[in-house]
């Protein structure tokens, strides 16, 4: 069992940063792929980045390719989304998810974390 904690989000201007943090529980954290999804109102979660077990390896959609960055911290059990060069369309509540596979589709994860709502005004 994973219990996922999300944090850092918040309102930001267009062009700005943030950084969300995702503290997991459990002992077997490294075991786990950890992804981030997000769901703006009116429209259906989508996949935004994923990191592998021991951090080797990353996915990301291709619309934050360049200003988004997953990494992690196994001894912190905690995974990050550094996101960079924001635009108002990536206002959207961001989830944590963790799975045994790693990938970029949402049945591929087991455990989701209850969100944070990021805002970027223009």
């Known amino acids: 069992q994973v219990q996922l904690v999300e944090s850092g989000g918040g309102l930001v201007q267009a062009g700005g940063s943030l950084r969300l943090s995702c503290a997991a529980s459990g002992r077997t954290f490294s075991r786990y792929a950890v992804g981030w999804f997000r769901q703006a109102p009116g429209k259906e979660r989508e996949f935004v980045a994923a990191?592998?077990?021991?951090?080797?390896?990353?996915y990301y959609a291709d619309f934050v390719k360049g200003r988004f960055t997953i990494s992690r911290d196994n001894a912190k059990k905690t995974t990050y989304l550094q996101m960079n060069t924001l635009k108002p369309e990536d206002t959207a509540v961001y989830y944590c998810?963790?799975?045994?596979?790693?990938?970029?589709?949402?049945?591929?994860?087991?455990?989701w974390g209850q969100g944070t709502q990021v805002t970027v005004s223009s």
């Open positions: 998810t963790a799975g045994v596979v790693f990938g970029i589709k949402i049945p591929e994860y087991d455990y």
């Open positions: 990191i592998n077990g021991n951090g080797g390896s990353t």
